[in-house]
T-cell receptor, first 112, second 112 residues
Framework: GQQLNQNPQSMFIQEGEDVSMNCTSS?????WLWYKQDPGEGPVLLIA???AGELTSNGRLTAQFGITRKDSFLNISASIPSDVGIYFC????????????WGLGTSLAVNP | DTAVSQTPKYLVTQMGNDKSIKCEQN?????MYWYKQDSKKFLKIMFS???????INETVPNRFSPKSPDKAHLNLHINSLELGDSAVYFC???????????FGPGTRLTVL
């Protein structure tokens, strides 16, 4: 099935550093979603984006809906140990029976 | 308060057996989903039901049969289990017209 390109695949950073990751698609989306998955748990929705150019924050997390509608970005500022996990992007087109297209995830490790 | 719940959390069984996984959501959502997450963490949609009606049915072996007795429940029955069925299975739900999917904690299925 279709997948989104998500980069980087993994990151290992020091506590306090900022983190950036992105997701790109060959097709246009109307919605971009960012999820975080902790070990042994289900994905949890972090941020939802509905409009091209939209910039939305959730605490230390900021996500942007790319102008071309083919990409999205997630930034985490001042990382802390509990930011560890896998971050997934997902895109949705209105006419696709609500079927999300998922990225392969960015695995984040934070060194205290 | 559990929003999307799944039982069991862990399921270990022999090849050839038949097993079921149950899912319930108390969010008042109309649409429910089953995903399979493999060892590489890719989330693959399997099925989606909207108010008890099947709307997404990906290329899944017919050994997998979803059943939705009402819009708050979506169960997954698997016949003749195979080694390759070992994975984590996630249930999710959303509003019928909504893009944001909420996930359960997952069921880790191990086929021996």
């Amino acid at each position: 099935g279709q997948q989104l390109n998500q980069n980087p695949q993994s990151m290992f950073i020091q506590e306090g550093e900022d983190v950036s990751m992105n997701c790109t698609s060959s097709s246009i989306f109307n919605t971009w979603l960012w999820y975080k998955q902790d070990p042994g748990e289900g994905p949890v929705l972090l941020i939802a984006l509905y409009k091209a150019g939209e910039l939305t924050s959730n605490g230390r997390l900021t996500a942007q809906f790319g102008i071309t509608r083919k990409d999205s970005f997630l930034n985490i500022s001042a990382s802390i140990p509990s930011d560890v996990g896998i971050y997934f992007c997902a895109g949705l087109n209105a006419g696709n029976n609500r079927k999300l297209i998922w990225g392969l995830g960015t695995s984040l490790a934070v060194n205290p | 308060d559990t929003a999307v719940s799944q039982t069991p959390k862990y399921l270990v069984t022999q090849m050839g057996n038949d097993k079921s996984i149950k899912c319930e959501q108390n969010l008042g959502h109309d649409t429910m989903y089953w995903y399979k997450q493999d060892s590489k963490k890719f989330l693959k949609i399997m099925f989606s039901y909207n108010n008890k009606e099947l709307i997404i049915n990906e290329t899944v072996p017919n050994r997998f049969s979803p059943k939705s007795p009402d819009k708050a429940h979506l169960n997954l029955h698997i016949n003749s289990l195979e080694l390759g069925d070992s994975a984590v299975y996630f249930c999710a739900s959303s509003l019928a017209g909504g893009n944001e999917q909420f996930f359960g904690p997952g069921t880790r299925l191990t086929v021996l």
